[in-house]
């Protein structure tokens, strides 16, 4: 992140249980939030539902960061939360909120996220434009 400025930040805290009920009593709706690989991975796991809350929160973080939410035509599947090849997570964008990152000119999306007793938290932070020290010409 050297030379680089922090253009947004964003958190988010998700019940798990809430996301486990959304996903067992609307139809559609892990298809409709979550990417074919997240719904691979997650349903891979022990609690799928703490996987898929930590994802939704990482979610609502990349949106509450880049200022927008879920306005300006973006869609859920715009954002994709996987694992890298270190194991730490990776954020993929597409579509409108890879338009919206382009313009605000972010080049690194930094993600944590978390989840335990009942919870899942995400933090995001959007980085890019270049940082000119005081003796730089500008």
Not at 63 to 68: D, E, S
Not at 128 to 135: D, F, I, K, L, P
Request: charged content about 25%.
């Amino acid at each position: 992140m050297e030379g680089d400025m922090i253009i947004g930040i964003g958190i988010d805290l998700v019940k798990i249980d809430r996301i486990d009920k959304a996903g067992k009593n609307h139809s559609g709706f892990i298809e409709r939030v979550f990417t074919e690989r997240e719904r691979a991975y997650c349903s891979r796991q022990k609690f799928p539902a703490q996987h898929y809350a930590g994802r939704f929160a990482a979610k609502e973080a990349v949106l509450k960061a880049i200022g927008t939410g879920w306005s300006a035509g973006v869609k859920w599947t715009d954002i994709e939360v996987l694992h890298g090849d270190g194991g730490g997570p990776i954020v993929n964008i597409s579509g409108r909120i890879k338009d919206l990152m382009d313009l605000k000119g972010v080049k690194q999306i930094l993600l944590s996220y978390s989840h335990d007793e009942g919870y899942a938290v995400a933090h995001v932070v959007l980085a890019g434009g270049t940082v000119h020290s005081a003796s730089e010409p500008r």
